[in-house]
């Protein structure tokens, strides 16, 4: 048996708890239209790629790290999570 060994670079992804993560609903709406595909990531695009990954078709794929973000990894773009992310709560 040969083992290979993958890795998976989700970007921003839509789930329950985003907004703890990318701020309100419409700070979410900004960020997934700064991306180039205009939406955030779904679990399902996680899940397609670890099919892949697994499947015969990356058979001679060995020490990759397949992105995952929808194109969303530009200056701009990360702007906008920083400038909308919910800030810590710092007690002082």
């Known amino acids: 048996p040969t ?22 609903a419409a700070a979410q709406r900004e960020i997934a239209a700064a991306t180039p595909m205009r939406r955030m990531g779904r679990g399902r695009d996680v899940a397609d790629a670890v099919l892949f990954l697994a499947s015969p078709l990356a058979g001679f794929v060995s020490g990759a ?24 709560d710092r007690a002082e």
């Open 3 to 24: 083992v290979r060994v993958n890795a998976i670079v989700a970007g921003l992804m839509e789930t329950e708890n985003a907004e703890y993560s990318y701020g309100s």
């Open 65 to 88: 790290a397949l992105e995952v973000h929808g194109g969303g990894e530009q200056p701009h773009f990360l702007d906008i999570v920083r400038r909308n992310a919910p800030k810590p």
